[in-house]
Protein backbone atom coordinates (compact mmCIF):
# COMPACT_ATOMS: atom_id res chain seq x y z
CA UNK A 1 0.00 0.00 0.00
CA UNK A 2 3.00 2.41 0.92
CA UNK A 3 4.41 1.55 -2.67
CA UNK A 4 1.59 2.00 -4.50
CA UNK A 5 1.04 5.78 -2.19
CA UNK A 6 4.72 6.42 -3.27
CA UNK A 7 3.91 5.68 -7.02
CA UNK A 8 0.78 8.12 -7.21
CA UNK A 9 2.40 10.44 -5.06
CA UNK A 10 5.20 10.15 -7.84
CA UNK A 11 2.52 10.55 -10.76
CA UNK A 12 0.64 13.94 -9.21
CA UNK A 13 4.45 15.32 -8.93
CA UNK A 14 4.97 14.63 -13.01
CA UNK A 15 1.02 16.20 -13.68
CA UNK A 16 1.95 19.05 -11.72
CA UNK A 17 5.24 19.63 -13.17
CA UNK A 18 4.00 19.25 -16.58
CA UNK A 19 1.13 21.63 -15.99
CA UNK A 20 3.80 23.94 -14.81
CA UNK A 21 5.56 23.70 -17.91
CA UNK A 22 2.44 24.38 -19.97
CA UNK A 23 1.54 26.86 -17.98
CA UNK A 24 4.79 29.17 -18.21
CA UNK A 25 5.17 28.55 -21.57
CA UNK A 26 1.85 29.72 -22.73
CA UNK A 27 1.71 32.89 -19.85
CA UNK A 28 5.56 33.19 -18.71
CA UNK A 29 6.40 32.58 -15.49
CA UNK A 30 5.53 36.38 -13.40
CA UNK A 31 1.57 35.71 -15.01
CA UNK A 32 1.43 32.32 -13.80
CA UNK A 33 -0.33 31.38 -10.67
CA UNK A 34 -0.23 28.04 -8.57
CA UNK A 35 -3.83 28.41 -8.71
CA UNK A 36 -3.45 27.83 -12.61
CA UNK A 37 -1.55 25.25 -12.67
CA UNK A 38 -3.46 23.29 -9.66
CA UNK A 39 -6.65 24.22 -11.98
CA UNK A 40 -4.52 22.79 -14.93
CA UNK A 41 -2.97 19.41 -13.57
CA UNK A 42 -6.82 19.15 -12.02
CA UNK A 43 -5.53 18.97 -8.83
CA UNK A 44 -5.53 21.31 -5.36
CA UNK A 45 -3.25 23.28 -4.27
CA UNK A 46 -2.76 22.16 -1.04
CA UNK A 47 -0.99 19.07 -3.80
CA UNK A 48 1.28 21.21 -5.72
CA UNK A 49 2.62 22.91 -1.78
CA UNK A 50 3.25 19.32 -0.54
CA UNK A 51 5.25 18.49 -3.49
CA UNK A 52 6.79 22.24 -4.00
CA UNK A 53 7.27 25.22 -1.34
CA UNK A 54 6.76 28.10 -3.44
CA UNK A 55 6.54 28.84 -7.43
CA UNK A 56 10.23 29.34 -7.29
CA UNK A 57 11.00 25.70 -5.96
CA UNK A 58 8.41 24.53 -8.88
CA UNK A 59 10.19 26.57 -11.78
CA UNK A 60 13.65 24.68 -10.20
CA UNK A 61 12.18 21.37 -10.41
CA UNK A 62 11.24 21.44 -13.65
CA UNK A 63 14.73 23.25 -15.08
CA UNK A 64 16.44 20.40 -12.75
CA UNK A 65 14.47 17.73 -15.27
CA UNK A 66 16.96 19.15 -18.05
CA UNK A 67 20.23 18.51 -16.20
CA UNK A 68 19.96 14.15 -15.32
CA UNK A 69 20.89 13.05 -18.89
CA UNK A 70 23.85 15.12 -19.54
CA UNK A 71 24.95 14.68 -15.49
CA UNK A 72 27.30 11.77 -16.86
CA UNK A 73 28.98 13.38 -19.84
CA UNK A 74 29.80 16.39 -17.71
CA UNK A 75 31.15 14.18 -14.81
CA UNK A 76 33.75 12.19 -17.31
CA UNK A 77 35.44 15.78 -18.75
CA UNK A 78 35.37 16.78 -14.73
CA UNK A 79 37.56 13.57 -13.90
CA UNK A 80 41.34 13.64 -14.03
CA UNK A 81 41.09 10.45 -15.17
CA UNK A 82 39.33 11.04 -18.23
CA UNK A 83 41.57 10.70 -21.60
CA UNK A 84 39.81 12.73 -23.53
CA UNK A 85 38.57 15.50 -21.26
CA UNK A 86 37.58 18.14 -24.13
CA UNK A 87 36.46 15.53 -26.46
CA UNK A 88 33.78 14.74 -23.76
CA UNK A 89 32.95 18.48 -23.77
CA UNK A 90 32.16 18.46 -27.39
CA UNK A 91 30.18 15.71 -27.08
CA UNK A 92 28.09 16.96 -24.40
CA UNK A 93 27.99 20.56 -25.75
CA UNK A 94 26.44 19.19 -29.50
CA UNK A 95 24.53 17.12 -27.68
CA UNK A 96 22.83 19.89 -25.78
CA UNK A 97 22.44 21.64 -28.91
CA UNK A 98 20.45 18.93 -30.78
CA UNK A 99 18.51 18.17 -27.74
CA UNK A 100 17.21 22.03 -27.54
CA UNK A 101 16.93 21.72 -31.43
CA UNK A 102 14.75 18.15 -31.28
CA UNK A 103 13.29 17.34 -28.26
CA UNK A 104 10.45 19.71 -27.90
CA UNK A 105 10.03 19.77 -24.02
CA UNK A 106 13.76 20.70 -23.90
CA UNK A 107 13.10 23.47 -26.29
CA UNK A 108 9.96 24.64 -24.03
CA UNK A 109 11.81 24.51 -20.84
CA UNK A 110 15.26 26.63 -22.34
CA UNK A 111 12.80 28.84 -23.98
CA UNK A 112 10.95 29.59 -20.42
CA UNK A 113 14.26 30.37 -18.78
CA UNK A 114 15.83 32.64 -21.58
CA UNK A 115 12.51 34.46 -22.08
CA UNK A 116 9.42 33.59 -20.01
CA UNK A 117 10.90 34.01 -16.21
CA UNK A 118 11.21 37.35 -14.72
CA UNK A 119 13.02 37.76 -11.76
CA UNK A 120 9.98 40.09 -9.74
CA UNK A 121 10.21 39.97 -5.91
CA UNK A 122 8.56 36.79 -5.26
CA UNK A 123 10.89 34.73 -7.54
CA UNK A 124 14.19 36.06 -5.77
CA UNK A 125 14.36 32.59 -4.43
CA UNK A 126 14.88 31.69 -7.94
CA UNK A 127 17.50 34.46 -8.71
CA UNK A 128 19.36 33.04 -6.45
CA UNK A 129 19.40 29.36 -7.30
CA UNK A 130 20.09 30.21 -11.24
CA UNK A 131 22.89 32.82 -9.40
CA UNK A 132 24.68 29.34 -7.84
CA UNK A 133 23.51 27.24 -10.80
CA UNK A 134 26.09 29.35 -12.80
CA UNK A 135 28.56 29.97 -10.91
CA UNK A 136 28.97 25.93 -10.09
CA UNK A 137 28.66 25.32 -13.86
CA UNK A 138 31.69 27.81 -14.45
CA UNK A 139 33.83 26.13 -11.94
CA UNK A 140 32.53 22.69 -13.45
CA UNK A 141 33.93 23.67 -16.96
CA UNK A 142 36.88 25.52 -15.49
CA UNK A 143 37.73 22.15 -14.23
CA UNK A 144 37.29 20.00 -17.44
CA UNK A 145 39.69 22.92 -18.88
CA UNK A 146 42.05 22.13 -16.40
CA UNK A 147 42.21 18.28 -17.39
CA UNK A 148 42.12 19.32 -21.22
CA UNK A 149 44.93 21.26 -20.66
CA UNK A 150 46.94 18.32 -18.48
CA UNK A 151 46.40 16.22 -21.42
CA UNK A 152 47.63 18.82 -23.79
CA UNK A 153 44.14 19.56 -25.45
CA UNK A 154 44.67 23.12 -24.24
CA UNK A 155 47.26 25.38 -24.16
CA UNK A 156 49.63 25.35 -21.03
CA UNK A 157 49.27 28.76 -20.44
CA UNK A 158 45.12 29.46 -20.91
CA UNK A 159 43.52 31.47 -18.12
CA UNK A 160 41.23 28.18 -17.09
CA UNK A 161 38.90 30.65 -15.23
CA UNK A 162 38.36 33.74 -17.57
CA UNK A 163 37.89 30.42 -20.45
CA UNK A 164 35.24 29.36 -18.60
CA UNK A 165 33.27 32.21 -18.41
CA UNK A 166 34.06 32.66 -22.14
CA UNK A 167 32.92 29.38 -22.96
CA UNK A 168 29.57 29.95 -20.75
CA UNK A 169 28.59 33.15 -22.06
CA UNK A 170 29.13 32.06 -25.87
CA UNK A 171 26.84 28.70 -25.18
CA UNK A 172 23.98 30.45 -22.91
CA UNK A 173 24.66 32.99 -26.18
CA UNK A 174 24.12 30.74 -28.64
CA UNK A 175 20.91 29.34 -27.41
CA UNK A 176 19.22 32.78 -26.41
CA UNK A 177 19.51 33.67 -29.94
CA UNK A 178 18.35 30.67 -31.61
CA UNK A 179 15.07 29.90 -29.27
CA UNK A 180 14.84 33.97 -30.00
CA UNK A 181 14.42 33.65 -33.63
CA UNK A 182 15.04 29.91 -34.41
CA UNK A 183 14.73 30.88 -38.24
CA UNK A 184 17.76 33.18 -37.79
CA UNK A 185 20.23 30.23 -38.13
CA UNK A 186 20.76 26.55 -38.04
CA UNK A 187 21.33 25.03 -34.86
CA UNK A 188 20.64 21.07 -35.17
CA UNK A 189 22.53 20.73 -38.32
CA UNK A 190 25.56 23.38 -37.92
CA UNK A 191 25.90 22.04 -33.57
CA UNK A 192 29.03 20.73 -34.18
CA UNK A 193 30.39 23.86 -35.67
CA UNK A 194 28.96 26.10 -33.16
CA UNK A 195 30.75 24.11 -30.66
CA UNK A 196 33.97 23.99 -32.51
CA UNK A 197 33.75 27.94 -32.84
CA UNK A 198 33.70 27.91 -29.03
CA UNK A 199 36.53 25.29 -28.65
CA UNK A 200 39.04 27.23 -30.89
CA UNK A 201 38.41 30.43 -29.35
CA UNK A 202 39.31 28.79 -26.21
CA UNK A 203 42.95 27.33 -28.34
CA UNK A 204 43.83 30.19 -30.22
CA UNK A 205 42.87 33.51 -28.57
CA UNK A 206 45.88 35.20 -26.98
CA UNK A 207 43.18 37.55 -24.73
CA UNK A 208 42.51 33.84 -22.91
CA UNK A 209 46.24 33.19 -22.21
CA UNK A 210 47.87 34.47 -18.58
Known sequence: MVRRTKEEAQETRSQILEA??????????????????????GVTRGAIYWHFSNKADLVQAMLDTLHEPLDEMAKASESEDELDPLGCMRKLL??????????????????????????TDEMCDLRQQRREASLDCKVRIGLALSNAVS???????????????????YIDGILYQWLLAPDSFQLHTEAERWVDTGLEMLRFSPSLRK
Do not use: M, W
Request: aromatic share 8%; with cysteine.
Open 20 to 41: AEKAFYERGVARTTLADIATLA
Open 94 to 119: IHLFHQVALDPKTRRINEILFHKCEF
Open 151 to 169: RGQLPDNLDTARAAISLHA
